[in-house]
């Protein structure tokens, strides 16, 4: 499968916990971005990589959100002090120009 | 504010008809616009896109008009088959200001009956 693979595809954690996710994105693709949908909701841009750098951040990344994207490859995602309203589809996705993003299964965090 | 809106929740359709899915967008810089369709449990998928130096890109059974004057622009499949049920998603994209980012729609859930 040469798709965007995202790990894991579930979480639940207690509230206050850190988690992390990663993605690994298409081979060939520079471009990496989060994304994070809630229920009724379309996708909502969190943070954008090229290779490594990361170039811009949404202002719903709060603080206890950091993303990294090491060697330009795989990325991950960490939320520290979850709280409830963290509660979400977190989706990554990669591109190798602006336009059509292909984008990966998805974790799904549940904070109880 | 809502810069992409898809003002019906859901839209219900006969097999073999046409499905006509819409989305609004206000700001006039959005200039590449696309459609993604997601199953349940699943990351949304590329169907279709269309810059806005046209006003129609067509593949297979899909097709997307775009008119600029009115910032609206619809997703039209035909026929509609009962594996086209899924949410489809609008998303518009600032080719030359921004890093690539898309800005998506709330989403239309689209049920195709046998």
């Known amino acids: 499968d040469t798709g965007v693979s995202q790990d894991p595809r579930h979480k639940i954690t207690k509230r206050g916990q850190n988690v992390t996710f990663r993605c690994d994105p298409i081979s060939e693709h520079n471009r990496l971005y989060w994304y994070r949908q809630t229920l009724g909701q379309g996708p909502e841009f969190l943070t954008y990589f090229q290779n490594e750098a990361q170039l811009e951040k949404s202002r719903l990344l709060s603080d206890r959100f950091s993303a990294e994207r090491p060697k330009g490859s795989f990325s991950t995602l960490e939320i520290q002090r979850t709280e409830q309203g963290d509660s979400a589809m977190y989706l990554c996705?990669?591109?190798?120009?602006?336009?059509?993003?292909?984008f990966g299964q998805g974790t799904r965090l549940t904070v109880v | 504010d809502q810069q992409v809106k898809q003002n019906s929740p859901s839209l219900s359709v006969q097999e073999g008809r046409i499905s006509i899915l819409n989305c609004d967008y206000t700001?006039?810089?959005?200039?590449?616009f696309l459609w993604y369709k997601k199953y349940p449990a699943e990351g949304p998928t590329f169907l279709i896109s269309?810059?806005?130096?046209?006003d129609k890109n067509e593949d297979g059974r899909f097709t997307v008009f775009l008119n600029k004057s009115a910032k609206h622009l619809s997703l039209h499949i035909v026929p509609s088959q009962p594996g086209d049920s899924a949410v489809y998603f609008c998303?518009?994209?600032?080719?030359?200001?921004?890093?690539?980012?898309?800005?998506f729609g709330k989403g239309t859930k689209l049920s195709v009956k046998p």
């Open positions: 269309i810059s806005s130096i046209k």
């Open positions: 998303a518009a994209l600032d080719y030359g200001g921004s890093q690539g980012n898309l800005i």
């Open positions: 700001n006039s810089m959005f200039d590449y």
């Open positions: 996705a990669s591109s190798l120009k602006q336009g059509e993003a292909f």
